[in-house]
């Protein structure tokens, strides 16, 4: 089982503001960081550390994190951003990598 | 440009091995870890270990231990994974991602395109 729970699923209106939570204990130690992935595609890295953004990823995407939680938001969600999103961080022992259970996000 | 290309499709009967390639280009093989994720149909990402190119040592998942070897071939900027008593529920696309080292916390900032290994009789 995961060490990073995430809710299922979230929908958020065309251009409205949407918030994917990443709970775990290690998020108290460590950063998460952020990866979206369409059907059939390899995940993309969106988000990492404090709240920085890969090459490329555009600024509707930014990160937040307080005690055991880590946040991603899109602000003004566009179609293309459709798709499941997976935190990632070391587990509690600090050794090994996890990744949350994912969310899939659905754009009305 | 930065680049992983994994090795294609393998179907297997239980029991057998697999091994999956992961060639790297557009930057300094040895510079960076390589860390191997699968990803079972309609399930989510599970993290299975990681290698260092430079020097060969590698740290496994407890849940793959015994199972997965992490090897590389520096002269061929290659890393590989192999799976071994391979059962059903071991189908899935296996990725490759390259180690983003921006602290303590890691990320994985560049992916292959995956491999669908598949294991049935």
């Known amino acids: 089982s995961s060490e990073l729970t995430q809710d299922p699923a979230v929908s958020v209106a065309l251009g409205q503001t949407v918030r994917i939570t990443c709970q775990g204990d290690s998020l108290r130690s460590y950063f998460a960081s952020w990866y979206q992935q369409k059907p059939g595609q390899a995940p993309v890295f969106v988000i990492y550390?404090?709240?920085n953004r890969p090459s490329g990823i555009p600024d509707r995407f930014s990160g937040s994190s307080s005690g055991n939680t880590a946040s991603l938001t899109i602000t003004g969600a566009q179609a293309e951003d459709e798709a499941d999103y997976y935190c990632n961080s070391r587990d509690s022992s600090g050794n090994h990598q996890v990744f949350g259970t994912g969310t899939k996000v659905t754009v009305l | 440009q930065v680049q992983l290309v994994q090795s294609g499709a393998e179907v297997k009967k239980p029991g057998a091995s697999v091994k999956v390639s992961c060639k790297a280009s557009?930057?300094?093989?040895?510079?960076?870890?390589m860390h191997w994720v699968r990803q079972a149909p309609g399930q989510g990402l599970e993290w299975m270990g990681i290698i260092n190119p430079s020097g060969g040592s590698t740290n496994y998942a407890q849940k793959f231990q015994g199972r997965v070897t992490m090897t590389r071939d520096t002269s061929t900027r290659t890393v590989y994974m192999q799976l071994s008593s391979l059962r059903s529920e071991d189908t899935a696309i296996y990725y490759c991602a390259r180690d983003y080292d921006y602290g303590d916390s890691g990320a994985f900032d560049i992916w292959g395109q995956g491999t669908m290994v598949t294991v049935s009789s």
């Open positions: 550390g404090k709240n």
């Open positions: 557009g930057y300094t093989f040895t510079s960076y870890y």
